[in-house]
Each structure stands twice: as C-alpha cells, then as structure tokens.
C-alpha cells in the first residue's frame, strides 16, 4: 500500500482553505456532539496489558477506549511503523488512519525522524479501533504518547496523510481535519 504526499501548494489556499477547515470542524463537531457526555466515563489506560485504571488522558473524542495498552517503542520502522514492547513480549504496530511514504521514497525520511522524535524510548498507550491486526501480523492501533495523538500529528506536520482503511474508522474525520490545522 504505497502512497505519496502530494499537497496543494499553500497558495491554492488562501481562500479555500479556512472554508473547508470550518466545513470540517463543523462536520466533526457535529459527530463527535453525541460523544460529549460520554467523555471521562469509561475511559482507561492500562498499567499492564490487562490491568485498567481511568484516566483524562485519552481526550480525543474518536479514539475508542477498548482494548488499551500501555507500551514502550523500542524501535522506529518508518513513518507509521514502530516496534514496541508489551509484558515483555515486542510487537510490530501499525499506526491506524495515515500513511507515510515508504522507506526510499521522498519525505519518508522526515516522516521516520518526527515519528522517532514524538515515540522512541517513550511509553505510549495503544488504541485498538475494530481490527487487532493488518495481514501482514502487525497490531493495528491508535497511538498516544504524553497527552498527544501521535497519529493526528503526523498528518498535521504533513509528513502524512490521512486516510479510510476499513473497517477502522473511527478517527478518520479527525485525521482529515489535521491537514487543516
């Protein structure tokens, strides 16, 4: 699944883009406004892969609250790849929503670097949407690391883009909305 950046040049936007920006967040308000009262109840950060406890951190109102663990990043792959450990046992996880450039095609370096500088060596809570894992084994997960959705960065920097990979879409409204911020 190979995919490139390519962005409007910054001048095509000087009229549209706050147009589609308040498109979006109208749009995003809209479906996440029934989610509101749900906000705080229910959520949870594992201290171990089976044990919950609640916590604020998870206040990006997309990101489902099953199945969470908490993880240190042992490796960058690239852009949207990271190789963590769980209990003791390493997991390959695949960021959900966004694709970087693959390794060896243009601005996959800088996608590599900002991932690494936001996760390496860090512990981050891992968000499961509605698949465990992608074809090629790897976990398929939300990522979240000192109050920021690494994901979401990653498309607001520009150095990924957002995108619909059924059937985990839950944040895929938001991630689109990054490329506007």
């Known amino acids: 699944m ?3 950046l390519y962005r409007v040049p910054p001048t095509l936007f000087v009229c549209t883009k706050r147009i589609f920006a308040t498109v979006l967040l109208v749009g995003l308000l809209v479906s ?3 989610c509101v009262g749900q906000l705080g ?9 089976g044990e919950h406890t609640p916590t604020p951190e998870n206040s990006f109102p997309c990101v489902p609250d099953n199945s969470i663990q908490t993880a240190i990043v042992t490796k960058i792959v690239d852009g949207d790849t990271v190789w963590v450990r769980i209990d003791g046992k390493f997991y390959k996880v695949r960021y959900i929503g966004m694709n970087t450039p693959e390794i060896g095609e243009a601005g996959a370096d800088a996608a590599t670097a ?3 500088s936001l996760v390496m060596g860090k512990t981050v809570q ?3 949407d509605t698949s465990e894992t992608d074809k090629y084994g790897r976990l398929l997960r939300y990522v979240v690391v000192d109050g920021n959705f690494v994901n979401y960065e990653l498309v607001k920097q520009g150095v990924a883009e957002s995108g619909t990979w059924e059937p985990d879409t839950a944040c895929d409204d938001y991630l689109k909305s990054a490329f506007f911020q």
């Open 2 to 4: 190979s995919s490139r």
């Open 32 to 34: 996440v406004s029934g």
């Open 41 to 49: 109840a229910g959520q949870h950060t594992p201290t171990t892969a």
């Open 114 to 116: 900002l991932n690494s």
């Open 126 to 128: 891992l968000y499961k």
